[in-house]
Nanobody
Framework: QVHLAESGGGSVQAGASLTLACVVS????????LTWFRQAPGKERSFVAG????????RYAESVKGRFTISRDSSKNTVYLEMTDLQPEDTAVYYC??????????????????WGQGTQVTVST
């Protein structure tokens, strides 16, 4: 059974940094493209970042480019989201998601097959 488990959320002040982690289990780690989405109160879940099966390709939402970095560690079956210069508008529940890879160089960021339970990030002024 595939399972994704996020951790690393918290409450911080504007300008701070946080790193989220998501451990993926139940199937070979290399068979997944992996993504981070977020959902703010009253809004729909939206794409944040994605990474290919190999880690060689990444994509970011415009709102986080230059501040967030997605990476993956196959030795730990874990995908990370390093977030810097956090702002109040980054406040949301952050979810990791997995989709079966097509072994491409651009991460698949739709048709997510599995989701984690989410981790809350709150940024105050």
């Amino acid at each position: 059974q595939v399972h994704l488990a996020e951790s690393g959320g918290g409450s911080v002040q504007a300008g701070a940094s946080l790193t989220l982690a998501c451990v993926v289990s139940g199937r070979a780690f290399s068979t997944w493209d992996l993504t981070w989405f977020r959902q703010a109160p009253g809004k729909e879940r939206s794409f944040v970042a994605g990474i290919t099966w190999s880690g060689g390709g990444t994509r970011y939402a415009e709102s986080v480019k230059g501040r967030f970095t997605i990476s993956r560690d196959s030795s730990k079956n874990t995908v990370y989201l390093e977030m810097t210069d956090l702002q109040p508008e980054d406040t949301a529940v952050y979810y990791c998601g997995s989709v079966t890879t097509r072994y491409g160089t651009i991460p698949i960021t739709n048709g997510i097959e599995y989701w984690g339970q989410g981790t809350q990030v709150t940024v105050s002024t």
